[in-house]
């Protein structure tokens, strides 16, 4: 069965700064698809960035981009120029290529902006 | 813009009693899917519907639950005699087929007392 750990449970960072959440994963899988997802506070869930484990190019999305790295199983993300609407629990999830789409989520980091 | 939502947003109900959530997806999404997220958690698979078919149903999802997508629209998870151990959110997401992302409602929290 497919894991996914987030080893951080809380990362703090102050305004305008850098920071990095890590994500590691198992998986016996070649075909395979990885995911940044921001829960804001009593908000839903949104897809932050996706990486497609075929692909050797990190994935970017504007201030957000990620760190594959397909050997190692490792897969993090960046927050560049952190703004306090970072602010929020993140989660990295899995999901196996095919047609079952289901997600396998960490367990979160919960990422405070300081001011 | 009509998202993925869910009703109701709150559920307090005492043990042994029967609820149910639903959840209407984007309109075009031809995929769903239900979660649990438990506090201090990340989300948990229960079950996915494509179209009307329910395809898979996750070791999670006791006899005592059920989940329904009549004519491949809205969908309902029931929970019959509620235990303290189901309260948890219970998310519900959509997509495409295949999906590029999964969009998620904005979930249905639920305290068994």
């Known amino acids: 069965a497919q894991t996914v750990t987030q080893s951080q449970p809380e990362m703090s960072v102050q305004e305008a700064e850098t920071v990095t959440l890590s994500c590691t994963y198992d998986t016996s899988e070649s075909d395979y698809y990885l995911f940044w997802y921001k829960q804001p506070p009593s908000r839903q869930m949104i897809l932050v960035i996706r990486q497609e484990a075929y692909k050797q190019q990190n994935a970017t999305e504007n201030r957000f981009s990620v760190n594959f790295q397909k050997a190692a199983k490792s897969f993090s993300l960046k927050i560049s120029d952190s703004q306090l609407g970072d602010a929020a629990m993140y989660f990295c999830?899995?999901?196996?290529?095919?047609?079952?789409?289901?997600?396998?989520f960490g367990k979160g980091t919960l990422l405070t902006v300081n001011p | 813009d009509t998202g993925v939502s869910q009703n109701p947003r709150h559920k307090i109900t005492k043990r042994g009693q029967n609820v149910t959530f639903r959840c209407d997806p984007i309109?075009?999404?031809?995929?769903l899917y239900w979660y649990r997220q438990t506090l201090g958690q990340g989300p948990e698979f229960l079950t996915y519907?494509?179209?009307?078919?329910?395809?898979?149903k996750s070791r999670l999802l006791s006899d005592r639950f059920s989940a329904e997508r009549p004519k491949g629209s809205f969908s309902t998870l029931e929970i019959q005699r509620t235990e303290q151990g189901d309260s948890a959110m219970y998310l519900c997401?959509?997509?495409?087929?295949?999906?590029?992302?999964?969009?998620f409602g904005p979930g249905t929290r639920l305290t068994v007392l």
């Open positions: 519907f494509q179209n009307e078919a329910q395809l898979e």
């Open positions: 999830a899995y999901r196996r290529g095919g047609s079952n789409y289901k997600l396998t």
């Open positions: 309109s075009e999404h031809n995929r």
């Open positions: 997401a959509s997509s495409l087929d295949p999906p590029n992302e999964q969009f």
